[in-house]
């Protein structure tokens, strides 16, 4: 008896332990973002005009390669500081003392040793730390990584419009930066070392697109709210959460999209 009832015990734990590991556990998504102003609640429905999405069909899936039926995109010209070394010419004076001993025997005076200067200069050149301002167009960063991650790049100028105005070093209060807003984890993840190099942030920022369009059947409106609130507040909600900001930024985002040819 005593045996069956060890047996019965041993086995209703088991099954309590087994029971406890079964339970889902809440997967935090790096870049994430659930606080602050997009917790604000909603207003107004959200809605989009017709004049938004004209001659934009931001409904369709992913097929085929994007960029190969779009119209090209223009010339996007940002301004990036550089760090260089220059090298500066510098003449450099060099005084020797010669000590000669002249005969002032004519004057009645013994031999004394005069010192004599002699001036040589050299022109050496040192690197010299400047800082310089130049234009560089965003333009083919773009296309290549609409083509490399299958999106379209409109929709990829449209993000980078609406997240920093095409300004490389913009931050954000929450700590994003860059032509994408890359929040640090984000970027890291994303295998992005310098937020500020627009080659990197737009490369990061475009496999993260795709990472949601992928998540989210190809739902542009969801991927577009995933960038911004992150993809765990769009699963949480069922839909673009109702945050006044994510709202917003979408409705940005599709707008800007719109001026596609």
């Known amino acids: 008896m005593m045996k069956k009832t060890t047996k019965a015990l041993l086995f209703f734990s088991a099954f309590l332990v087994g029971s406890a590991f079964c339970e889902p556990v809440p997967v935090q998504v790096l870049g994430e973002q659930v606080d602050g102003s997009l917790l604000q609640p909603e207003e107004e429905p959200w809605m989009l005009t017709p004049g938004e999405v004209t001659n934009c069909d931001l409904n369709r899936a992913s097929q085929g390669s994007c960029t190969m039926d779009v119209a090209p995109l223009p010339a996007i010209f940002v301004s990036l500081e550089t760090g260089y070394y220059d090298q500066v010419p510098v003449v450099v004076r060099q005084t020797r003392y010669e000590h000669r001993r002249r005969s002032l025997a004519s004057r009645g005076a013994h031999n004394v040793a005069g010192p004599v200067a002699t001036t040589t200069e050299t022109v ?88 949601m369009l992928n998540r989210f059947d190809n739902n542009y409106d969801l991927a577009i709210a995933a960038y911004n609130a992150g993809p765990g507040n769009v699963e949480r909600y069922g839909g673009i959460p109702p945050f006044a900001e994510t709202q917003n930024y979408v409705r940005k985002v599709k707008r800007a999209w719109a001026w596609r040819p």
């Not at 310098?194 to 475009?206: H, L, M």
């Open 124 to 211: 050496v050149y040192r690197s010299v730390y400047r800082r310089a301002a130049r234009k560089v167009d965003i333009t083919p960063i773009i296309m290549k990584n609409a083509e490399r991650f299958n999106l379209d790049p409109w929709m990829l100028r449209g993000i980078i419009e609406t997240e920093s105005a095409f300004r490389p070093y913009a931050q954000s209060y929450a700590g994003a930066g860059g032509l994408m807003q890359l929040m640090p984890g984000t970027a890291s993840y994303l295998g992005c070392r310098d937020r500020f190099d627009p080659e990197q942030n737009i490369a990061a920022g475009a496999r993260y697109v795709r990472q």
